[in-house]
């Protein structure tokens, strides 16, 4: 597909209005570093409309710019090792076929804390990091289940349309 | 929701209870020392999982209960190290000057963080 370059352009720019609109959502969940992850939506999407493959160039390519004009070099590394793993357990979970949108969804939100955990074991060099598991835990899945019922409707209505 | 989906939300819930639980039901495990110096010499080491009481060269009188270490009574007027909250936690100490008498905890839990930057 010649126009390939052009789409991919296209919904990178929509992945970071959804992290810059994110980022001007004020309510804070009154833990620390947890938030709706509402980019990770376009990538549950382009998951199931392309491929795992293309989500994941999405993805690496969303955290750059977004970490390069929102944040700093220390959230890209914590964003990269979420979202890599995320991704990978997500198209595991989806080619295995026997979980839903909204299983792959939960699993990816759950996977996304837990790479970063670890990152930030390795960061901070400690373990006591680990109390923090349980509360990422429920949190990656609670966003998991809020971006896997928005991605469910927005992918029945996007049935017939095809990405590029 | 397929059936597998809500097996992995289960499991996820049962996976953080037993967590949370393991981590407000596991404390005090009593990690760690108590480590005495008088006059900047090793008294003597205490583990802090044991419950016991430690008389310092009749001048002072430390116990441990609950996985952390308090002074109990001291022979100096100020009595500063009597009124200084029970320690428990690695790096933390009591000092009693006058007797020049130096309590610390060594390969203890690690300190609580106060703050986080972002």
Known sequence: MKNKAAYFGV???LALIFSYVEMLIPIQFGIPGIKLGLANLLIV?????????????????????????FTNLFSILYS???GILSLAVMALLKNRGTFSVMGVSIAGGISHNMGQLVVAM?????????????VLLI???????????????????????VFY | MKKNDWIMVAAVIVIASAFIGFHFFGKNSGNGWVEVQVDGEVYGSYPLHREQTI???????????????????ASCPDQVCVHHKEISRNGESIICLPNKVVISIVDGE???LDAVAN
Request: net charge neutral; aromatic share 8%.
């Open chain 1, 11 to 13: 919904f990178t720019a």
């Open chain 1, 45 to 69: 999407i382009f998951l199931y409309k392309r491929n795992a493959i293309e989500a994941l160039l999405l993805s690496v390519v969303r955290i750059v710019l977004a970490g390069f004009m």
């Open chain 1, 80 to 82: 990269l090792a979420g």
């Open chain 1, 122 to 134: 390795l960061v901070v060099e400690t373990y006591r990091v680990g109390y923090y598991f349980p």
């Open chain 1, 139 to 161: 949190a990656g899945m609670l966003t998991g289940m809020v971006i896997g019922v928005a991605a469910n409707e927005v992918l029945k209505r996007l049935h017939n349309v």
């Open chain 2, 55 to 73: 008389e310092i060269n009749d001048t002072n009188l430390l116990t441990v209960v609950n996985g952390a270490a308090e002074m109990k009574r």
């Open chain 2, 110 to 112: 690690e300190p609580e």
